[in-house]
C-alpha cells in the first residue's frame, strides 16, 4: 500500500503543482486521470523520490519514502513521461547493463532476467535490434522491460500511452495490468480509456488536488 498524506508542491517561480494530495493506492493498476497541467507529472516524480514535496508524507509499507529515499528505489521501476534518448544499442545489451547497474551480479542471473523480461515484453525477436530504431510502441515495452528489472513492488508509468496508435496502446495497458496483479502500478494519462477498462480504482487530479477517487465506473457516469 502506497500512501500519500497532504503532499503539495510549489515550483520556485511560485506556481502550486499540487495542493494538499491524500491518497491511499492498493496493490494492482491505479489510474491518475487529468487533463495537461494538473499535477500528475510532479506527483509521479514526488514518489519516484526524485522532487522532494514541499510539504506532506509518503510511505510504502514500512518505508519512508522522503526520509528514506534509497530504500524505496530499491523497489521501484519508474517509465518517465519523457523516456530516453534511445541509443544505437541493441534491447539486450541495453537491458543486459541496466541490471549490471541495478545489481544483478551473476551473467547467468541477467541472462534470465534479460530473457525473461524480453519474452513478457514481447521484444524478444528484436533484441538484437537498436532501440533507436524502434516504433513507439517497442519504445513503451521497452521502457516497461527496464522498469521492471529487479522485481519493483511499486511501478510508476508516466502518461505511457501518447503517441500510440489503437493498437500498441491496447497490447501496453494489457502487459501493465498482467504485471499489475501483486504489485502497485500507478498509471497517469489524460485519456479516460486508459483507466476505465482496467483499473479497479482511480483518482482525478486537477489543479493540483485530487477531485474524486473510486472505482472508474463510478466516478465516470457521474463526470
Ligand atoms: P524549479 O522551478 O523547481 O527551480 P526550474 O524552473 O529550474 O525548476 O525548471 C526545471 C525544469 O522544469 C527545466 O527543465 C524546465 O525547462 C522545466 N520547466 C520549467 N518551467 C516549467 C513549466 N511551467 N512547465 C513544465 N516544465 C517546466
Ligand atoms: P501534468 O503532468 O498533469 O501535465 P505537471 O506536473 O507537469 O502536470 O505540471 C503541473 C503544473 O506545474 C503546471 O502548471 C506546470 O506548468 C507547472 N510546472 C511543472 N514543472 C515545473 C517547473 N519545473 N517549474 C515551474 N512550474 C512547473
Redesign the pocket.
Known amino acids: 500500500m502506497l500512501e500519500l498524506n497532504n503532499i503539495s508542491h510549489v515550483?520556485?517561480?511560485g506556481?502550486r503543482?499540487l495542493d494538499g494530495v491524500s491518497l491511499s493506492i492498493p496493490k494492482g493498476m491505479y489510474g491518475l486521470l487529468?487533463?495537461?497541467?494538473?499535477?500528475?507529472?510532479?506527483?509521479m516524480r514526488t514518489i519516484a523520490t526524485l522532487q522532494t514535496p514541499t510539504e506532506g508524507t509518503i510511505s510504502f509499507g514500512d518505508i519512508d519514502v522522503i526520509a528514506q529515499p534509497e530504500r524505496l528505489r530499491r523497489t521501484l521501476g519508474y517509465l518517465p513521461?519523457d523516456f530516453g534518448v534511445y541509443p544505437r544499442v541493441s534491447a539486450y545489451d541495453m537491458l543486459d547493463h541496466m541490471a549490471v547497474l541495478k545489481g544483478v551480479a551473476s551473467a547467468a542471473d541477467r541472462k534470465a532476467t534479460v530473457e525473461t523480461l524480453l519474452n513478457q515484453t514481447n521484444l524478444w525477436s528484436v533484441r538484437k535490434k537498436a532501440i533507436a530504431g524502434f516504433s513507439g510502441g517497442m519504445r513503451q515495452r521497452f521502457g516497461i522491460a527496464q522498469a521492471l528489472i529487479g522485481n519493483p513492488e511499486l511501478i510508476i508509468v508516466d502518461?505511457p500511452t501518447a503517441g500510440l496508435d489503437p493498437e500498441e496502446r491496447n497490447r501496453f495497458l494489457n502487459l501493465l495490468a498482467e504485471i499489475g496483479e501483486n504489485v502497485v502500478i500507478i498509471l497517469?494519462t489524460h485519456i479516460v480509456e486508459d483507466v476505465a477498462d482496467l483499473c479497479p480504482r482511480m483518482a482525478i487530479?486537477a489543479g493540483?488536488r485530487i477531485q474524486r477517487e473510486g472505482a472508474p465506473h463510478d466516478l465516470i457516469a457521474q463526470t
Do not use: H, I
Not at 34 to 43: E, M, Y
Open positions: 515550483y520556485a517561480n506556481t503543482a487529468g487533463p495537461n497541467g494538473a499535477g500528475k507529472s510532479t506527483l513521461q502518461e497517469s487530479l493540483g
